[in-house]
């Protein structure tokens, strides 16, 4: 795929152990080195394209993680690191859990692993970018039909 645009990254940590969140940061640092693969690292929802949650889903982080997809622009992609992330993982039948991410927000990659290798989440990072790229695509079109119609 034709890659054309350099979708920025935000990380949220969602109630992982944090064995997740040191994977990913391996992943952003040098020794793995995602950021050659045209992507850029963001604290800012609203600057960014896709999402990397780690961690499983409870009642005081759902209101958070809904927000702040809420705040990212369309198109987006959401991508689940660790199966924490996934499903609950190890945590899913404590009494706080109420799941993986997709129970709040749409996820469209998974990458499973407990913790998640950093060759996985770059392998997720790819995926979410050619996602993005292609929803970037299908975005550009409507609205140049969009604009067409409105100059007939
Ligand atoms: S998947 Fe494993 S390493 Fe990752 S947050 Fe859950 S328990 Fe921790």
């Known amino acids: ?13 969602g109630s992982s152990c944090n ?3 040191i994977e990913v940061l391996a992943s952003l640092t040098p020794v793995y080195d995602a950021e050659r693969l045209g992507v850029e690292n963001t604290g800012d929802p609203m600057q960014a394209d896709i999402l990397l949650i780690t961690g499983g889903i409870n ?3 759902a209101p958070v993680v809904k927000q702040l997809y809420d705040q990212m622009p369309r198109p987006k992609v959401v991508v689940a690191v660790g199966i924490c992330a996934c499903t609950g993982g190890v ?3 404590t009494y706080n859990i109420l799941g993986g ?3 709040v927000i749409p996820v469209d990659i998974y990458v499973p692993g407990c913790a998640a290798r950093p ?3 770059i392998d997720g990072i790819i995926q979410a970018r050619e996602l993005f790229q292609q929803r970037s695509d299908e975005h550009d079109a409507l609205m140049r039909s969009q604009k067409g119609a409105a100059n007939v």
């Open 91 to 93: 945590f899913k039948e």
């Open 19 to 21: 064995g997740c969140d």
């Open 101 to 103: 991410a997709d129970k």
């Open 119 to 121: 060759q996985s989440i």
């Open 59 to 61: 009642t005081q982080n």
């Open 1 to 13: 795929m034709n890659i054309k645009r350099s979708p920025w990254l935000l990380h949220y940590d």
